[in-house]
């Protein structure tokens, strides 16, 4: 095949690629060499700025198929009848580390799901754990800088973890989940999704009800040791993208089932705890899982930037017939997801071909704005609304649902919420004794580098769960702090004396 024509990015010809244009062989460069400036000045301009949080992942594309019939529940198009399939689009991630950190670090991963449906795109916006750490959007810019690095040493600081994981009880079921086996998987194909939240379903009728989504690994659930992984962090750092990328390379596709709980709002009503409390969990023998249908990955990226670092997920991106619930966590995700994407991609990223809703057709009252690369809704469409001309208009069918609310409006205190509950059968019955036994080794071994006082409220947390769990952990505890090494730990943070008791204070 015959090589194109190497040109600079207005497409003018390039003569020689090699060699900067000078004033003799030794210089100086000369201001005309459009060459090398236009190399240059967009060499300087590569990089966007990565994600705050799920910076380090791997995207694939293929197809929903719907399998089972869920009409009776919801009106969306996307699951109008069995064989229906719907192109897609998952990125699968990592949490706190950075773009270049390791893919078998323990960290929930994320597991973001894109349909592009004749009604728009749908995202679906999950982790790997139906649970999560909080329960109140307020709290999550605070939990995301805890897990980051230390402003002063740019160091991962198990203080700055504990100290809010501590403070935060809530936290206890997705840090159970977190330091047990699953929390660090096989790469991305032998782990579960979850949209984790709760949302409503619509149907046709009108009727509504809550449900929350779940895709299970046909290839079965796969979690790493800590020494595989430590080891592949050294040895093989893209472990997951690799083992994503070549596995659809050789045509051997992972695929996930897809399912649904459903509650009715009635149950809601009577449910014993807050059924939109994302630290929780809906029993499956009370609400079990309903088959939809199966998700396919079946192709690579063709560009790795162009489909997947430029990939945006917005929680907001629901068809007619999907709608949220009161769910906090939800409903805070609503406004930072588009928000960060316009900060990261610009206003108009939603014309980015891998974010474009391609299989219907845009058409709004939005113009403009830096990178706008589509016909900007054309010539003689107005851009406002009402209007007496073609412009699009609304489509009353397709309103949400009707809800009623009522209530104080002040802000709720939602700390403690049961917090242990289902932590405790987590523990006592999902877990066998040799996990049990790997979950307290796991925990303690990260514990031991944060300050006393905080290992202290930690392990009073897992007591509360189970005295057992408490107690295997103050042991591992109790050995690790005879190490005379530990005096090695720098401290950037001491204990503040206004926020400790009269009886811890007198200890001091």
């Not at 773009?99 to 728009?120: C, I, L, N, Q, W």
């Not at 690095?149 to 936290?171: G, I, V, Y």
């Not at 096989?186 to 619509?202: A, C, E, I, P, Q």
Request: proline share 7%; aromatic share 12%; with cysteine.
């Amino acid at each position: 095949q015959k090589p194109d024509v190497l040109t600079t990015g207005a497409g003018n010809p390039v003569g020689d690629k090699l060699n900067i244009l000078t004033v003799g062989p030794y210089g100086p460069l000369l201001v005309q060499d459009v060459v090398f400036t236009d190399e240059m000045a967009h060499f300087d301009r590569e990089r966007i700025p990565e994600r705050v949080v799920h910076a380090k992942g791997a995207g694939a594309f293929g197809y929903f198929e719907v399998t089972h019939d869920i009409t009776k529940y919801c009106k969306a198009k996307v699951f109008e009848h069995i064989g229906k399939r719907t192109p897609i689009a998952i990125r699968f991630s990592t949490v706190a580390g950075e773009s270049g950190s390791a893919d078998t670090v323990r960290d929930p991963r994320g597991f973001a799901m894109k349909f592009y449906t004749e009604e728009g795109n749908w995202d679906l916006v999950g982790n790997n754990t139906p649970i999560f750490f909080i329960r109140d959007a307020m709290l999550f810019p605070s939990f995301i800088h805890s897990q980051k690095r230390n402003p002063q040493t740019h160091l991962k600081d198990p203080d700055m973890m504990w100290d809010f994981w501590s403070l935060r009880p809530e936290s206890l079921h997705q840090v159970s989940f977190l330091f047990s086996d699953r929390g660090i998987p096989d790469g991305y194909r032998h782990m579960n999704g979850y949209g984790s939240h709760t949302f409503k379903l619509v149907n046709a009728g009108g009727r509504a009800v809550y449900c929350k989504f779940h895709v299970k690994t046909d290839q079965g659930i796969k979690n790493l040791s800590v020494e595989e992984a430590g080891r592949l962090a050294s040895t093989d750092p893209d472990y997951g993208i690799r083992d994503l990328y070549n596995a659809i390379a050789k045509g051997d596709y992972p695929s996930w089932s897809f399912y649904i709980q459903v509650m009715t709002f009635e149950e809601a009503e009577k449910f014993p705890f807050n059924p939109f409390d994302l630290t929780k969990i809906w029993p499956h023998g009370d609400y079990p899982l309903i088959p939809v249908g199966k998700l396919v990955l079946n192709r690579n990226p063709v560009n790795y930037f162009v489909e997947v670092e430029q990939m945006a997920y917005d929680p907001s991106n629901m068809p007619p017939g999907i709608e949220p619930s009161p769910d906090k966590m939800l409903q805070g995700r609503l406004f930072s997801y588009p928000d960060t994407h316009r900060h990261r991609l610009g206003p108009n990223y939603l014309q980015i071909p891998v974010n474009c809703p391609f299989r219907t057709r845009v058409a709004n009252y939005q113009r403009d704005g830096p990178m706008c690369v589509s016909d900007n809704q054309g010539s003689g469409a107005p851009n406002y609304y009402p209007n007496s001309f073609t412009g699009p208009e609304d489509q009353p069918m397709v309103k949400e649902s009707r809800m009623s609310v009522s209530g104080d409006v002040q802000r709720f205190n939602s700390a403690n919420e049961d917090n242990v509950t289902q932590v405790r059968e987590f523990y006592t019955k999902v877990l066998k004794e040799d996990e049990r036994q790997r979950l307290c080794k796991n925990i303690a071994d990260h514990l031991k580098d944060a300050q006393l006082f905080i290992q202290k409220r930690a392990v009073k947390n897992f007591t509360d769960v189970h005295p057992d769990y408490g107690a295997r952990i103050q042991a591992l505890l109790d050995k690790y702090n005879a190490d005379s090494g530990k005096n090695d730990v720098i401290r950037t943070y001491t204990q503040s004396t206004s926020r400790v008791s009269a009886k811890e204070r007198s200890n001091l």
